[in-house]
């Protein structure tokens, strides 16, 4: 069975603040993807990694970084959390290629005060 | 350039009617995806459906249908006799074939809700 997990449903964290939001996935997904979800604007891709170390900017990734030390584990990490960067963050992963299916995690729901 | 359009936000139906999520695309390339996600209450995007652009025929699974024209660019999805659990936002995405890396392109959703 196709299992995504997120290492948190909710959180709260300050300004300025580092947050790092993980996401694991037991498939053996050579891709791995972040995005962020908001009223109106739908999903939006922060970050994707197609293999351990490899990283590619998506359409936001200004005020975020990622890490991909492991096959299973993606990072998102916030240096300076600011009170935009409140949204629902969303971690999936695929095989591969455009064709493959994005399998997604239960998100977390971020709340930067 | 990728676009994915569903124009209706929001719908609300009554138990057990019949309702048509509207989904329409645009793209210059030739071999693509699309795809349908349910995100209930709980917020986990929740797969339902792949389709590539070389199959254009409809599919049923259950109370589900999807139906492709590329004629008119559009991957619509029916549900059938609705339930209250059906209630959830509904997106639409279109992937291209040839990236490195998938990349989807997701409509901004419909809510559907299911007054019982």
């Known amino acids: 069975d196709v299992k995504v997990t997120q290492s948190s449903r909710y959180l709260v964290k300050r300004t300025g603040e580092k947050v790092f939001l993980e996401c694991v996935q037991d498939?053996?997904?050579?891709?791995m993807f972040w995005y962020r979800q908001d009223p109106g604007l739908g999903l939006r891709l922060i970050y994707f990694?197609?293999?351990?170390?490899?990283?590619e900017k998506g359409d936001i990734p200004e005020g975020y970084s990622v890490s991909r030390e492991k096959k299973e584990r993606f990072s998102l990490i916030l240096e300076s959390a600011s009170t935009n960067q409140t949204s629902m963050y969303l971690c999936?992963?695929?095989?591969?290629?455009?064709?493959?299916?994005?399998?997604f995690g239960p998100g977390t729901r971020l709340l930067v005060l | 350039a990728q676009k994915v359009t569903q124009a209706q936000t929001e719908i609300s139906v009554v138990e057990k009617e019949d309702v048509t999520l509207d989904c329409v695309y645009e793209?210059?390339?030739?071999?693509?995806?699309l795809f349908w996600y349910k995100q209930p209450p709980s917020g986990e995007l929740v797969f339902l459906i792949r389709?590539?652009?070389?199959?254009?025929q409809n599919e049923i699974s259950g109370r589900y249908s999807w139906n492709f024209q590329k004629s008119t660019s559009s991957f619509n999805f029916t549900i059938t006799a609705s339930q209250v659990v059906d209630s959830a936002v509904y997106f639409c995405?279109?992937?291209?074939?040839?990236?490195?890396?998938?990349?989807?392109?997701f409509g901004t959703g419909t809510r559907l809700t299911v007054i019982p």
């Open positions: 995405a279109l992937s291209y074939y040839f990236t490195g890396a998938n990349n989807l392109f």
């Open positions: 793209t210059r390339d030739t071999t693509y995806y």
């Open positions: 990694s197609y293999d351990v170390k490899m990283k």
């Open positions: 389709r590539n652009s070389f199959d254009e």
């Open positions: 999936a992963s695929s095989l591969g290629g455009g064709r493959e299916t994005q399998y």
């Open positions: 498939m053996d997904h050579e891709n």
